[in-house]
Nanobody, 123 residues
Framework: QVELVESGGGLVQAGGSLRLTCVAS????????VGWFRQAPGKEREFVAS????????WYGDDVKGRFALSRDTAKNTVYLQMNSLKAEDTAVYYC????????????????WGPGTQVTVSL
């Protein structure tokens, strides 16, 4: 069983930055794949980024490439999502996810989800 807790969301002006944090417990992040999804009001959940347990593979959604960066600290069992050049359309609830085997863009295969953290980008 994996428990995930996100933090770092908030209100930021367009063009600004935020860093989201996901702390995992129950399993080491070096053993599982961890990712981020987001869901804006009235929209489906959207893939943001993911990293494999080995750290050798990192993927980003097309809408965030070049602006967001995923990193991790295995000693703290924590994954970070650095979000730069934020836009109004980045406004959403951001979820940290984990899975033993899956590491990609589809929502359904991810087994573990955090409760989410709200990010609001104002114009």
């Amino acid at each position: 069983q994996v428990e995930l807790v996100e933090s770092g969301g908030g209100l930021v002006q367009a063009g600004g930055s935020l860093r989201l944090t996901c702390v995992a417990s129950g399993r080491m992040i070096s053993e599982i794949n961890v990712g981020w999804f987001r869901q804006a009001p009235g929209k489906e959940r959207e893939f943001v980024a993911s990293i494999t347990g080995s750290g050798s593979g990192i993927w980003y959604g097309d809408d965030v490439k070049g602006r967001f960066a995923l990193s991790r600290d295995t000693a703290k069992n924590t994954v970070y999502l650095q979000m730069n050049s934020l836009k109004a359309e980045d406004t959403a609830v951001y979820y940290c996810v984990a899975d033993d085997f899956y590491a990609y863009v589809d929502t359904n295969p991810w087994d573990y989800w955090g409760p989410g953290t709200q990010v609001t980008v104002s114009l």
